[in-house]
């Protein structure tokens, strides 16, 4: 850990022991958005937050509701000519089974070594208790912060954020910022600092093939009609090319291309095809040609059956010709593309595709904007200097494949830029049996948060 | 009904009572092989059948052992110039349910108008007592077969005949003869008297697609490994071409091709494509190009998918990548295809289509031989004479695209050409509720029966 603020640090050293007590008192609350019997515990953890927000010197620090679990809102503004930050996380945490398998109990929070061993110790209690303790210190310090500064922490990001997008849009007023920083994502692999530039969007719809009322013998009209379950096959397999490429005309006609800098980012972290291949246990990595195992991960769009059903699926034979067959296909969306315009061109090829013999439907079942901060924008290299000069060494810059639907949100519906600032060990165990924190990520994050409010003074607005 | 033999007319217009009386009787035993519970009444109808057969003077009346329900066995052996003709039917029937939906219950059989109406009335107890009445009128009438005669009726038909080819195989020399008639066929649409000439085998296997332990996250990883269902879904799509034929090398090698007057046979049968497909209720009839419908469903060997899964099946979306896929395909073989090598050219295609990144395996799950009596054979046109002797009209020759599973073992293990000679009208309910049969088929069958022995006297040896 650095030292780049005298005064900051010595506070710091001076609480830690407290810091702890804190956080693990937040962490002793099972806030699991996802069991309703734990809807008092998500609440109990908002009115905690809101306390510990409140204590840290900022004002207007309130549980707020949602029509689910609530969501905790703080501020400062007093620095009228600077910058305003809207500083996002969750206090809800995962389900905890298969219980068995934790070495401690899930909300008895412990340090083993130099980890916190807890649920939410990292995904998201860890990461917003160093926010707040961030916030507390530089008050403590200085009185002040050097920008303004907005937080809210949500409890239903481990439930879907259901109720979120219609609090964001009625409280757009209170929430305009210049720049939003989530802090729900990681380090790279090794524990390497990370800004995360992108996340991808999601189109999610089921094709339905139907042929006849009820199944067919496949003697009696085997050869006279087309069988739904051999059609839907065709329909999958035509769209996708043997290059890895979706072939739904139009499909990357809005993906906004990888710069040159991002390849050269992409290509220089610590990746090893050979050793990602052989985790997975898979005889080949296959994808678009002309990208990179990361690339084509994260940063280009992609299609997949993620399930598929027709017929029957039993021990043995069963000669029919299924009456329907069905599957549910996704496809990944990168920058520029929109989930709506994307499941339009999906529906026209399908219906254009489909042999003749059957009815096709296609239906949408739902859509995420993709997300993506350039790496060069100001924010982001505001971030990567605070990253810097914390821990000691640039970040990497990474892609991540999958979505944090609030992400998207923050972008549509507030317009804002969103910085993806995580301090967490990539191999936490979130979502899984003993997660845990490293501390020395901790509190090095909580100097890493504070350093980002004092780089974020010269953004532009 | 014509007169062809006034004698034989004479004693059965003079036993019509007595005769329905025991057709009733023998409806009345609940004989459902599928049902463990009704394992006695098999053995019962097994019973009541010998009596039956000895009660008309044939010889050697026996019930058989065979592991499951017994084979009732008899025969008369007293022309050692002539033929011998081997007639099979089974005595079991399928279950009753739904059985709110008879009109009556299902063994209190009855007589509504010109139809017999009670389960096994068609399929096939109706069959076999025409053939036993025959016999007896028969030797009532002359004392005597123009022929040999050998019955067997077997007891497992409707639960997949599993102890009949060991039980061939063993009785191969007390079944010796020189042709089979099978009587559990039925007539062709408008009850046009008909003569099945063919019976597709079948090749069943499935298809295991693997890609890694657990299913993955599609964010996460979409993009870098291949997805099993797709690539389920690319080899299904490459097993047949878009006109209609299977891409497999070598599937047509062996097909015994149509000639010109099966071909013509076929045109000339009462069959509009229009009704057919109305009522399956299809968009269009699709297939093989280069062949009609009814070519297409009887006569030419086809590839279908009866089930397939992969992934998630619920409500909603799950984004995943599946850890595996799975398909049962299996193909109808016609006359020159044999399953097993089939199977091995199916097999060894599925490997060298199966796209990179995936495992594949494929398991053959079961296969049955193809059956073909041509229409110019010496005992096709006997059984066509003896219809036209009886119903005044020439019938009609008919390819079905299912199975009978005893109708290759014959030809298999005994090496008999099988002529199917039945005498159900097409619509009789077999397998559902309310099963009839036609009163008139059925007297007028006992004649075309008789009248299948006297023209079988010329058959060659």
Redesign the interface.
């Known amino acids: 850990m650095l030292t780049v603020d005298a005064a900051l640090d010595a506070h710091l050293e001076a609480t830690r022991e407290a810091r702890l007590d804190s956080y693990k008192a937040f962490l002793r609350i099972p806030s699991i958005s996802a069991i309703p019997a734990h809807a008092g515990d998500c609440r109990a953890a908002a009115a905690w937050l809101a306390g510990a927000l409140s204590e840290a010197g900022l004002e207007h620090a309130e549980v707020l509701e949602t029509g689910g679990h609530p969501v905790v809102y703080a501020d400062w503004l007093h620095a009228p000519d600077a910058p305003t930050v809207l500083i996002y996380g969750h206090y809800d945490v995962q389900p905890v089974d298969p219980l068995d398998l934790w070495t401690s109990p899930p909300f008895e929070p412990v340090v083993v070594g130099d980890r916190m061993l807890a649920r939410g110790a990292a995904d998201d209690k860890g990461q917003i208790h160093a926010h707040v303790m961030a916030a507390a210190a530089m008050l403590a310090t200085r009185g002040r912060f050097p920008i303004n500064v907005k937080y809210i922490f949500e409890g239903e990001e481990e439930s879907s954020s259901v109720h979120l997008d219609a609090w964001l849009t009625a409280e757009r007023d209170r929430l305009r910022a210049d720049v939003a920083i989530i802090s729900d994502s990681g380090f790279f692999e090794g524990n390497l600092p990370a800004i995360t530039l992108s996340l ?1 969007g ?1 189109m ?1 719809a089921q094709i339905d093939v139907i ?3 009820v199944d ?12 739904p ?2 059609a ?9 090319g ?1 290059d890895g490429r979706v072939r739904i005309p139009g499909f990357y006609d809005d993906v906004v291309p990888l710069t040159e800098a991002d390849r050269f980012a992409l290509a220089n972290l610590p990746f090893d095809d050979a050793t ?1 291949q052989e985790n ?9 040609v002309g990208y990179t ?1 990361l690339e ?3 940063t ?1 769009p ?13 021990e ?7 009456a329907h ?4 296909v ?1 496809c ?1 969306l990168v920058a520029g593309q929109e989930p709506d315009r994307i499941f339009e061109a999906f529906r026209d090829y399908v219906d254009a595709i489909a ?5 096709t439907r296609v239906e949408l ?2 859509g995420g904007f993709p997300s993506l901060t350039p790496m060069d924008h100001p924010a982001t290299q505001a971030a990567a200097r605070a990253l810097e000069a914390t821990f000691g060494r640039a970040p990497v810059y990474i892609r ?4 944090i639907p609030v992400c998207a949100s923050f972008s549509t519906i507030l317009g804002l830029p969103v910085i993806l600032l995580g301090i967490t060990p990539p191999d936490e165990n979130a979502h899984a049996p003993n997660e845990w924190m490293d501390l020395g990520n901790y509190e090095t994050g909580i100097r890493t948060f504070a350093r980002m409010l004092d780089e974020l003074i010269d953004l532009p607005r």
């Open positions: 991808r999601i999610y042929g006849t009322a067919l013998h496949s003697g009696v009209y085997g050869g006279a009609v087309q069988n379950a051999n839907l096959a065709q329909i999958i397999a035509a769209l996708k043997p990602y997975l246990g898979v005889p080949a990595l296959v994808g678009e195992t084509r991960r994260g280009r992609t299609l997949d059956v993620n399930g598929m059903w027709a017929g029957f699926q039993g043995g034979a069963k000669t029919i010709i299924p067959a069905h599957a549910k996704s990944r042999p003749p013999g059957v009815t079942i739902g991540e494949g999958g979505s």
